[in-house]
């Protein structure tokens, strides 16, 4: 039986991002089109100065494409308001970043409980406790960020991120500031809470490593995609076992 495709969780159209500098504008991103499949992971690798954190952020509402069309979870972002995309976000996408961007000020728990608690969710708190204990970090909720190694603010950092249960969590170099063992861990648990939670996961690396977990891998080059990861991934799988 065949089976039916996925749905796309993100859909890019002749996305262009051009930003002002002092020498005058920048083009950073140039005519990217990028399908995604709901569920599927994804990892997108190019040398620093490719372009794919811009495109991250383009896929996570946080940057608006200078030109072309970005449907990311249903939602039209080319259209939608500031509060329209905090919205979506909110509800729909999850962000994980190299260097975790808690609240110094509150504790573990209290940053994990923050998205829920702006967003109305009356059963915040329970939900903190219970995903800190799902990161492994139940023992320390009521630490605050400079009292957790690394490791323990990018955990802090995921059940952040897995706290509206987001249909697409995205991931910028998660690994980038943690050591080689931490990082292992954190790839281990990245990976497991996507596999439970059923998201699509979209992860920016310079890692092989990690890169190599993904289900696709797509390649960047001087604001282009240079490889989409699908030929590959097709002449892959029609290979005899």
């Known amino acids: 039986m065949t089976s039916m495709p996925r749905a796309n969780a993100i859909s890019l159209r002749d996305v262009a991002l051009t930003l002002d500098s002092r020498a005058g504008p920048v083009e950073i991103l ?64 999850g962000i994980v970043f190299q260097s975790f961007h808690l609240v110094p000020t509150m504790t573990a728990h209290e940053n994990v409980a923050l998205p829920l608690l702006l967003a109305g969710r009356t059963d915040a708190e329970d939900n903190a406790t219970a995903l800190l204990q799902t990161v492994g970090l139940g023992h320390r909720h009521e630490h605050f960020p400079a009292q957790l190694s690394g490791g323990e603010q990018q955990r802090v950092a995921l059940a952040r991120a897995l706290a509206a249960k987001p249909k697409i969590l995205f991931a910028d170099e998660p690994t980038g500031n943690l050591d080689e063992s931490t990082g292992r861990t954190i790839t281990e648990l990245l990976f497991d809470l996507h596999r439970k939670h059923g998201a699509t996961l979209v992860l920016v690396t310079h890692d092989a490593g990690l890169a190599k977990r993904c289900g696709r891998v797509v390649r960047m080059s001087d604001g282009r995609i240079t490889d989409d990861g699908l030929a590959t991934k097709s002449v892959t799988q029609g290979q005899p076992a």
């Open 30 to 93: 140039k005519s990217v089109t990028l399908d995604i499949a709901q569920g599927s992971s994804v990892a997108i690798v190019g040398a620093s100065g490719s372009g794919k954190t811009s495109l991250l952020m383009i896929m996570a509402g946080l940057e608006r494409a200078t030109r072309g069309a970005v449907h990311v979870a249903g939602h039209d972002f080319t259209n939608l308001s500031e509060d329209g995309l905090a919205l979506a976000r909110g509800r729909d996408i």
